[in-house]
């Protein structure tokens, strides 16, 4: 499992696209992974023939694990896995065990880091079948059926990081119904075994007179079922760690404005029939992006970062403008690079870019990083406003609610009018009450007289 550059550190294999047997080459597209960042598809880095998967899709795998072995001798093709005693290829240039120490992460393209240790391969008989102990062998086979006094047979099969996860959940393995290949027990079905109220392992499950949790994974739950367990990982997980991150580390402060959209509205029913606007996604979120960008040009001690390593505060000359995305994988804010640069036109293709990569989940980790101030759209989901948490690294975030038509006095009498309310959070350490106001009030009144997007561009 490679390191896709982001500095993970576990990743979910959410497909295969190849199985034992299948020819690969050199570039060639073989699995997509999810990380803590986005879905990832991830190249071979060999030509040759798939030999084994170490891994079924819906497993959690560190980074530097073993996660495919692959025949790059050129010869036969080995059997097909019922029959692992004997399998008919070429002593195999790659092992498919991992290094139990020492393993560094292995980089897309690159193969794995040459062992300090050569091992001497063995001369083979013309014509005579190679032994199992000759081929790359699954990697629980050798050192998980010895204890230094000879095989011990009874003893169930896992990986190392998965003896460790089950050492420190207090799970014997030895309780534990393995579902993956060949009997190896997997880090969900240790978290399955950790599950509150345990129950006797039992060949099949059965109803039992109290409901009992279901399994971490299991997509299908029992009618009369209480409860329902869902593990943490991928985007959610690593959402859960920055936002505890960020509200426990940066001081938040909520302001709030409501103010009158009426013109706004207008205006954005005025650019669908713009020629220049043609063919382009117009709606309030780009005329609300927009307002934000003029907004911190006129107040730039918005868009800054706090550096507790270096006691600095780093303000940034350039706008790197998230987007929060619900998509099926959670919450993801993806931002548009340099948006302060960029034309109305421009803008509008750059958000139709970004959520139509969100919602098809194709959006890439690099997309997600060096955002510098973050919009948020709650209205959406039909709320007036919320207290958003700031994006770990950014100074301020807004949130958008629902746009209303509500009774408003507008020129002295009482009339319907688009309303909405905008929630703006920010870091305390940057920005004070004064410079936090301001800039609230400059996106409202922007957007209460959208005639200043010119002027103030």
Excluded: C
């Excluded at 798939?50 to 495919?68: A, K, N, S």
């Excluded at 097909?80 to 002593?91: D, K, L, Q």
């Excluded at 593990?231 to 959610?236: A, D, L, M, N, S």
């Excluded at 669908?272 to 006129?298: E, H, Q, T, W, Y």
Aim: avoid cysteine; charge should be negative.
């Amino acid at each position: 499992m490679p390191d896709v550059g982001e500095g993970l550190t576990e990743a979910e294999i959410l497909k295969w696209y190849v199985q034992p047997g299948d020819t690969v080459t050199d570039g060639q597209v073989v699995i997509e992974v999810e990380t803590a960042k986005a879905a990832v598809e991830l190249p071979i880095p060999f030509d040759g023939t798939v030999h084994e998967i170490l891994f079924p899709e819906g497993t959690t795998v560190d980074v530097g694990q073993v996660i495919i072995s692959v025949n790059v001798g050129g010869g036969a093709e080995p059997e097909a896995p019922a029959a692992p005693a004997v399998a008919a290829a070429p002593v195999q240039e790659t092992v498919a065990e991992p290094e139990p120490e020492g393993r560094q992460p292995v980089l897309v393209g690159y193969g794995v880091a040459a062992s300090s240790t050569k091992r001497r391969a063995r001369k083979a008989t013309p014509g005579a079948p190679v032994q199992a102990a000759e081929v790359a062998a699954p990697a629980p086979v050798v050192p998980e059926q010895l204890n230094g006094h000879g095989p011990v047979t009874g003893r169930p099969l896992a990986k190392p990081p998965v003896r460790k996860l089950a050492k420190d959940l207090g799970v014997d393995l030895a309780t534990v119904t393995p579902t993956g290949p060949d009997g190896i027990i997997t880090r969900e079905d240790v978290h399955a075994a950790a599950a509150p109220a345990p129950a006797p392992v039992v060949e099949a499950p059965a109803p039992v007179a109290a409901p009992v949790a279901a399994p971490a994974a299991a997509t299908a739950v029992a009618s009369d079922a209480r409860e329902t367990r869902v593990p943490i990982k991928g985007v959610r997980k690593a959402t859960a760690a920055a936002m505890v991150g960020s509200a426990f580390t940066a001081p938040h402060v909520t302001e709030f404005v409501t103010f009158d959209i009426t013109r706004t509205m207008k205006l954005v029913e005025e650019l669908k029939s713009d020629k220049d606007m043609a063919g382009l996604r117009v709606n309030p979120l780009l005329l609300i992006a927009k307002a934000v960008l003029v907004a911190v040009k006129r107040n730039p001690e918005i868009n800054a970062a706090w550096d507790e390593a270096a006691q600095e505060i780093v303000l940034k000359h350039y706008v790197n403008l998230g987007i929060a995305a619900a998509t099926p994988r959670g919450l993801i804010v993806p931002n548009i690079k340099d948006a302060h640069a960029q034309t109305l036109p421009e803008l509008s293709q750059s958000l139709s870019e970004l959520v139509a990569t969100a919602r098809e989940g194709k959006t890439t980790p690099a997309a997600m990083q060096g955002g510098t101030f973050t919009i948020t759209n709650v209205g959406v989901f039909g709320v007036d406003t919320g207290t958003p948490i700031l994006n770990p690294g950014e100074s301020a975030i807004l949130a958008v609610g629902a746009i209303k038509l509500q009774p408003w006095v507008h020129k002295g009498k009482v009339k319907p009018r688009q309303v909405t309310t905008l929630a703006l959070s920010f870091d305390h350490r940057l920005v004070d009450g004064e410079l936090g106001s301001k800039f609230l009030a400059d996106v409202a009144a922007i957007l209460e007289n959208p005639k200043r997007l010119i002027t103030w561009a």
